[in-house]
């Protein structure tokens, strides 16, 4: 019976009775009293509307009529007219309807006909009515038995139809539930409700199977990681149980899986790690916040103890908690890490030891760094230093300050011939000198080269600072012996004051460097700085400029300087001579701007323009007769310019002249600059047959070794010699030894600076060969040269011609 309810159809069926019962019992309850009501009040109603129209049809009447029949109408039982005796004045029934066993419903009506009082008694038939509302009472049930049963019957067939598709979907449901997850809920069924339920039904498995399928690849990934992680993982319930086990662990501890699964964590740990899972039954979560990350003791299957690391991670679930420990064997590391304790011990020991030296080196680098490598001076830095602490001393004591800017006179020479060694050895001495000069109070510094400053502080009379300059230049002055070398150098000093000239550091510096150049140039030991000075040198920087604009405006000439034979009293040679036609400063001399070409770079450009001018003359000398030499001065830099033999063998070319006409005169400073490439120059000069000759021999201290080397013909005696021989006997003597020396190494003497009969006289005595000067012909231009020649008792080499000399 208990089962008959659990179907579906039954259980509509029985709410179906139960319903529309329920229905019945309201109608019952409350349609048929109410049209029982309806049936008796409409009796009523009726019943009292003919008894009051009965009433007023008998109160028309005169007098009452014999037979009450005649007025009588509708379901009227009884009728009776009674005279009234005052005991009715209203109309009056019977309390209700029905109430009577007679089935009469009695009415009694006062009324009034002809004058007379009278009661109207009625009584109506309450039969018909009752019988109606038994016969309703009859109906409604009837009605209420069908209802019933059509709702049923109705149910009856609805449910099957209800509940097969659900069979349907709950045989396949449990199908998907067998793993048959290819089972699909959907259903052609009529009733759209069920069709909509079986598509999300549908789509909830289609879902839940894409959902099984990630969650199953994601295990399996899950699965490869734990399977490949370096680190051992191990779940583990709240009480300790073990609950997986991967394969990092069952290397780190020699355990398999189903060795372990199940057994307590305390068998691979220590108890200070496992206590926490130990006899744990309260059911709280447990407190791990310790143990993340912990160094602890493990146990190998072997019993083998070893050093772990591990961390404790809980993760909650509905019921319990279990535990992740991520563990790693870091013995080998914990080896690693004695090992690196003990060299990073050693290398603390050995840090100290380095700090220490390189604390010493610093202090060694900060020295360097304020003092020159090889003299140990003050350099440069620690000079301006010292001299803007001088100057801030001396405005607080109103003292003066004397700096010094000094210069060694031939030193490039003495580097360059006897070579850096030698060079090296010269500056120490002069330092020692500079220092042994001087008070310990000053400072002696070395600012590069062969330049030296020094700083005298606490200057109260300026004697005091010439006495310095004076005992600096006698101590430079004296001659220094390296390795039986006896070398002499002279020096040059510059001097400028505070506060005299300058209250500033760097222009004290600019003005004692003017001094000092102004001190070379007059060939002086030391020069004070004067404003007068920067005037000077305002106008060397413009005559600069000027100077390549003469260049490019070609404003130079060459006058010429004729050369004799004292033997064969004939003419031999010119020398070209340039010179600056200024547009306003008229004619300029070479001392006035051959340096300054050196300095600022036009030397090659004026040197090319000689040597093509000169050339030029000379073939048209050779063209009308005459044939001579042409001598050109070359400086330093020319001598080292790499185009020059190219250079000098085009212009022979294009010219048409022998190259033994061209002689090119080198001063032994130049010599020196650079021994190895001007000795590849004149070599490669001399092979092209070019006549080389030394120029102002006897001021540049040459070797005797050097000179032998060297191609050339010819050595000019110096002018300072030459002017100074009738009245210094040192002198004559100087132009005597050179004129020997030069006869010795197979070299024609030269002579320059003839200024007087007497001189020439002097130098035939002493033998030398070929003269110059002012005493035969100062320089002059071509076409005075070509008139000289045509007049001079001096024979011009000529060719055996009859055509007369032209320009």
């Known amino acids: 019976m208990g089962g008959l309810f659990r179907s579906f159809t039954s259980r509509m069926v029985l709410g179906e009775l139960l319903i529309h019962g329920l229905l019945a019992s309201v109608v019952f ?21 003919g008894a009051a129209q009965l009433a007023a049809t008998l109160e028309r009447y005169q007098r009452p009529p014999q037979d009450l029949a005649e007025v009588r109408e509708g379901p009227l039982k ?7 005796d005052g005991s009715i004045t209203a109309v009056e029934t019977d309390p209700a309807f029905g109430d009577q066993g007679d089935h009469t419903y009695h009415i009694a009506v006062p009324l009034a006909i002809g004058g007379q009082n009278y009661i109207l008694q009625l009584g109506y038939d309450e039969s018909e009515t009752s019988a109606l509302i038994k016969r309703a009472q009859r109906y409604g049930i009837y009605i209420a038995l069908a209802y019933i049963f059509l709702a049923v019957l109705m149910a009856a067939i609805i449910g099957p139809q209800l509940t097969r598709p659900l069979i349907r979907l709950r045989e396949a449901a449990r199908d998907i539930a067998a793993g048959k997850h290819s089972r699909r809920l959907e259903l052609d069924s009529g009733i759209q409700e069920i069709r909509q339920l079986a598509h999300d039904l549908e789509s909830m498995r289609a879902e839940l199977v894409n959902q099984s399928e990630a969650l199953a690849a994601r295990e399996a990934r899950l699965s490869t990681i734990m399977a490949n992680v370096a680190d051992g993982l191990i779940t583990v319930n709240k009480n300790g149980g073990i609950l997986s086990f991967n394969l990092a662990a069952e290397r780190i501890f020699g355990y398999t899986a189903s060795e372990i699964v199940g057994q307590d964590i305390h068998r691979l740990f220590n108890n200070s790690f496992t206590d926490i899972f130990a006899n744990d039954t309260t059911g709280t979560a447990l407190n791990i916040e310790q143990i993340a990350p912990y160094e602890t003791v493990g146990k190998r299957k072997n019993g083998e103890t070893f050093i772990l690391e591990a961390s404790v991670n809980e993760i909650c679930q509905l019921d319990s908690a279990i535990f992740i420990i991520i ?24 840090i100290v030891k380095r700090t220490r030296e390189l604390a010493d080196a610093n202090k060694e680098l900060r020295r360097q760094a304020l003092h020159d490598a090889l003299t140990s001076l003050p350099n440069r830095l620690l000079l301006q230093d010292r001299l803007h602490q001088a100057i801030r001393a001396a405005k607080r004591e109103a003292h003066s300050i004397a700096l010094m800017i000094s210069d060694l006179d031939r030193f490039k020479e003495i580097n360059d011939t006897l070579g850096h060694h030698f060079g090296d050895l010269l500056l120490q001495q002069v330092a020692v000198r500079l220092r042994g000069v001087l008070r310990d109070s000053d400072t002696v510094a070395r600012l590069g080269g062969d330049e030296f400053a020094i700083l005298l502080p606490n200057i109260d009379d300026p004697d005091q600072v010439t006495q310095a300059a004076s005992k600096i230049a006698a101590a430079i002055d004296l001659h220094f012996i390296f390795e039986d070398q006896n070398i002499h150098v002279g020096i040059s000093i510059g001097i400028s004051m505070y506060p005299q000239n300058s209250e500033d550091a760097s222009t004290l510096m600019r003005q004692a460097d003017v001094a000092m150049y102004v001190a070379k140039r007059s060939n002086i030991d030391f020069a004070f700085y004067k404003p007068a000075l920067d005037d000077h040198n305002l106008s060397r920087l413009s005559m600069a400029g000027e100077l390549r604009r003469g260049l490019q405006q070609r404003e130079f000439v060459l006058h010429y300087q004729p050369t004799v034979d004292l033997h064969g009293n004939r003419v031999i040679g010119v020398e070209a001579l340039a010179r600056w036609q200024h547009p306003e400063k008229g004619l300029i001399q070479p001392d ?8 600022t770079g036009h030397i090659r450009e004026l040197t090319s323009f000689v040597l093509q001018e000169a050339l030029q003359q000379l073939h048209l000398w050779n063209s009308t007769g005459f044939k001579l030499r042409m001598s050109v001065n070359l400086s330093a830099r020319s001598l080292h310019d790499v185009y020059l ?5 085009g212009l022979l070319q294009h010219w048409q002249v022998q190259p033994d006409q061209l002689q090119l005169e080198i001063t032994e400073r130049a010599l020196m600059y650079d021994p190895m490439q001007a000795m590849q120059t004149l070599t490669r000069l001399d092979e092209m047959n070019v006549k080389l000759s ?32 009738l009245e210094r006997e040192a002198d004559k003597v100087i132009v005597r030894a050179c004129i020997d020396l030069a006869h010795n190494m197979g070299y024609q003497a030269i002579a320059e600076g003839v200024d007087n009969e007497e001189a ?15 005493h035969i012909h100062p320089p002059a231009g071509a076409e005075e040269l070509r008139q000289w020649l045509t007049h001079t008792s001096w024979r011009a080499e000529a060719a055996t011609s009859d055509q007369q000399p032209g320009a």
């Open 29 to 49: 309850v409350l349609v048929l009293p109410a049209l029982e009501q309806h049936f008796r009040q409409q009796f009523l109603d009726h019943s009292m509307a």
């Open 78 to 84: 009884l009728i009776h007219l009674n005279i009234q």
């Open 327 to 350: 563990c790693r064997d870091i013995s080998e590391r914990k080896q690693a890490e004695a090992k690196i304790r003990s060299l990073q011990e050693d290398l603390e020991l050995r």
């Open 592 to 599: 006035d701007f051959i340096l300054l070409a050196e300095q």
């Open 645 to 649: 033999c190219d250079q000098i063998a």
């Open 694 to 725: 030394i120029d102002d021999f006897g001021i540049g201290h040459s070797s005797m070794a050097s000179l032998e080397q060297l191609p050339v013909s010819e050595i000019k005696i110096d002018r300072s010699f030459v002017h100074g021989m």
């Open 760 to 774: 020439l006289n002097l130098l035939r005595e002493m033998g030398c060969d070929l003269a110059q000067g002012f």
